[in-house]
């Protein structure tokens, strides 16, 4: 098919107006992922974007310098930021993955925080609350075995250094290329152990994750 503009004459035709839909759908669909984290989330994060690659032509992963905040309400207020900075350059996000632990923050604002998510979304942009009941290692541990105890922190570490044949490291930047092939088996388990909490609020899910939604969103674009 000829590239070459279309003719002044030919602009109101039909096939006209085809070919300029099927150039819409080609536009990409952007992503914004912030997290709490300096090292550990950034490092896998920033993998995964890596990974789809070539795929953004659909698909653009976008992630802020802007340093995040351990407070999970504040962290979506500078994720609304970002998005505001990005819309300026002409880069409208579709979807905001904001990724935070729980370790030490109170319940209350642990839960508020996923339901501020919810209540600003709208049609244009959906915000998802990417939580970690306690923490990110527990999405990690899920890579390899149904987990489904409340034994913390200090018990995911000694358990990935096993399966990783490594001391686990918070700081390894190959963390994504490490668990990559166990990704599709983490979704399951994490799906598995949110259905077991049911409706319960994000604090009362422990352990728990929701990471494993943005792999379910984007695995098909997952080399």
Same mark, same amino acid.
């Given at each position: 098919?000829?590239?070459?503009? !279309?003719?002044?004459?030919?602009?109101?035709?039909?096939?006209?107006?085809?070919? $300029?839909?099927? /150039?819409?759908?080609?536009? !990409?669909? &952007?992503?914004?992922?912030?997290?709490?984290?300096?090292?550990?989330?950034?490092?896998?994060?920033?993998?995964?974007?890596?990974?789809?690659?070539? *795929?953004?032509?659909?698909?653009?992963?976008? @992630? !802020?310098?802007?340093?995040?905040?351990? *407070?999970?309400?504040?962290?979506?207020?500078? +994720?609304?930021?970002?998005?505001?900075?990005? $819309?300026?350059?002409?880069?409208?996000?579709?979807?905001?993955?904001?990724?935070?632990?729980?370790?030490?923050?109170?319940?209350?604002?642990?839960?508020?925080?996923?339901?501020?998510?919810?209540? @600003?979304? *709208?049609?244009?942009?959906?915000?998802?609350?990417?939580?970690?009941?306690?923490?990110?290692?527990?999405?990690?541990?899920? /890579?390899?075995?149904?987990? *489904?105890?409340?034994?913390?922190?200090?018990?995911?570490?000694?358990?990935?250094? =096993?399966?990783?044949?490594? %001391?686990?490291?918070? +700081?390894? %930047?190959?963390? &994504?290329?490490?668990? =990559?092939?166990?990704?599709?088996? +983490?979704?399951?388990?994490?799906?598995?152990?949110?259905?077991?909490?049911?409706? +319960?609020?994000?604090?009362?899910?422990? !352990?728990?994750? $929701?990471?494993?939604?943005?792999?379910?969103?984007?695995?098909? &674009?997952?080399?």
């Amino acid at each position: 098919m000829s590239n070459k503009p !279309p003719k002044k004459s030919d602009k109101n035709k039909p096939w006209i107006e085809k070919r $300029r839909d099927r /150039h819409k759908l080609i536009n !990409p669909e &952007y992503h914004l992922i912030v997290s709490e984290g300096e090292k550990t989330e950034p490092n896998y994060f920033n993998g995964l974007k890596k990974d789809i690659g070539e *795929n953004g032509r659909k698909i653009k992963i976008e @992630i !802020p310098t802007r340093k995040g905040s351990k *407070n999970p309400l504040m962290l979506v207020d500078s +994720a609304q930021k970002s998005v505001d900075d990005y $819309r300026k350059n002409d880069i409208y996000i579709k979807h905001v993955w904001v990724v935070y632990d729980k370790d030490d923050v109170p319940d209350n604002i642990f839960n508020d925080a996923a339901e501020k998510c919810g209540k @600003i979304s *709208n049609d244009e942009i959906t915000y998802h609350a990417l939580w970690s009941n306690e923490s990110v290692e527990y999405w990690f541990v899920l /890579h390899y075995e149904y987990l *489904n105890t409340d034994t913390g922190r200090e018990d995911y570490y000694p358990k990935l250094s =096993k399966y990783m044949k490594k %001391e686990y490291d918070k +700081a390894d %930047e190959k963390i &994504y290329d490490i668990l =990559k092939p166990q990704y599709k088996e +983490a979704i399951k388990n994490a799906k598995r152990m949110m259905k077991e909490h049911g409706n +319960a609020k994000p604090s009362e899910c422990r !352990p728990g994750t $929701r990471i494993y939604e943005i792999f379910d969103y984007l695995k098909a &674009y997952i080399k």
